[in-house]
């Protein structure tokens, strides 16, 4: 089962999350529309809304109209995450186009972020389910939290392995973490089979982001969708910078270290060059794949199903990936 076989097979439930986004976005303000419109319909993977339709198919639903809202929930969560990101980190590009930010300038962006992130919550409390609200608020506010350690990380290139690990299972993870907790509990699924689905976000969201810190080194801009080497520019020392400073050589350590520091770019060749010889780049992928197969593993209380099928084909698509 390939990535767009995954997506053909709850290809209805999909379409019926779409409907949903372009519907919620709705606003008689243009200038939301024109923003939140851009940013949803700029492509990406819709990875999360994915998640959500397929572990609720896995957890046995039949009624996927609930499903599709909380897809979109979480898809919009996702968006206003994006929305902040940009105007956080100043970037100029994301999926291979302009960033909202870069078109409609920074204030806008905020602004429409938090539009988006309180439609969210309106669609959350229209579920009726107290259990949905307890798991989305607890999720947005350690997103936060992630946010806030990782500009506290930002140009220091002493941060541990600890620290990294923290704010992606925050930043990242979480959100996939929550998106399959919540179509289990709209599925009304047994406490051992939430758990599984709480266990099987929290590893491929985590196994997905090591990914794509990987992918900042050892990807291309036009695959990518985003300029090469964003990452060290905004002095985030992801893993393979912390691994390569570890095992470089003195004088590799003191360039990587000159530019977590100042948020430079102008050594990135050299910087690539030596997360590959110390092996940054595959301890990276090491560790991607590890957290995939405990993705899978947890998947052992899930009943049978082309949709379980279709779970473990997304976590072995999450460290497979080029872009």
């Not at 920074?106 to 429409?112: D, I, K, R, T, Y």
Request: hydrophobic share 45%.
């Amino acid at each position: 089962m390939s990535f767009e076989s995954v997506k053909a097979l709850v290809g209805d439930d999909l379409q019926e999350v779409d409907r949903v986004i372009r519907q919620r976005l709705a606003s008689d303000v243009v200038l939301i529309n024109q923003v939140a419109e851009y940013i949803v319909g700029s492509g990406g993977k819709r990875l999360r809304p994915l998640l959500v339709v397929v572990a609720a198919r896995a957890c046995g639903s039949q009624d996927m109209r609930r499903h599709a809202e909380a897809a979109a929930i979480i898809e919009f969560i996702h968006t206003a995450t994006l929305l902040h990101d940009d105007v956080v980190d100043g970037s100029k590009l994301r999926r291979g186009k302009d960033t909202a930010n870069e078109l409609w300038g920074n204030e806008a962006s905020v602004l429409v972020g938090d539009y988006v992130y309180s439609r969210s919550f309106e669609m959350m409390v229209s579920l009726q389910s107290m259990r949905v609200m307890e798991v989305m608020a607890s999720a947005t506010n350690r997103i936060a939290e992630g946010e806030v350690l990782q500009l506290m990380n930002a140009h220091d290139p002493d941060t541990t392995e600890e620290r990294y690990f923290e704010v992606i299972y925050r930043k990242t993870a979480k959100l996939f973490e929550s998106g399959a907790q919540i179509a289990a509990i709209l599925a009304n699924a047994p406490p051992a089979l939430e758990d599984a689905m709480v266990r099987y976000g929290r590893h491929l969201g985590t196994a997905f982001q090591l990914v794509d810190d990987a992918l900042d080194y050892r990807s291309d801009r036009d695959q990518l969708g985003k300029n090469l080497g964003d990452d060290l520019a905004e002095g985030k020392p992801t893993l393979p910078l912390i691994y390569a400073l570890r095992h470089a050589s003195d004088q590799q350590r003191q360039l990587i270290r000159q530019a977590i520091q100042e948020g430079s770019i102008e050594a990135l060749s050299e910087i690539t060059a030596a997360i590959e010889s110390t092996g940054g780049l595959a301890y990276t992928a090491r560790l991607a794949r590890r957290e995939a197969t405990l993705a899978i593993e947890a998947l052992a209380e899930v009943p049978k199903s082309p949709y379980k099928q279709a779970l473990q084909e997304l976590a072995d698509f999450a460290v497979d990936r080029t872009h």
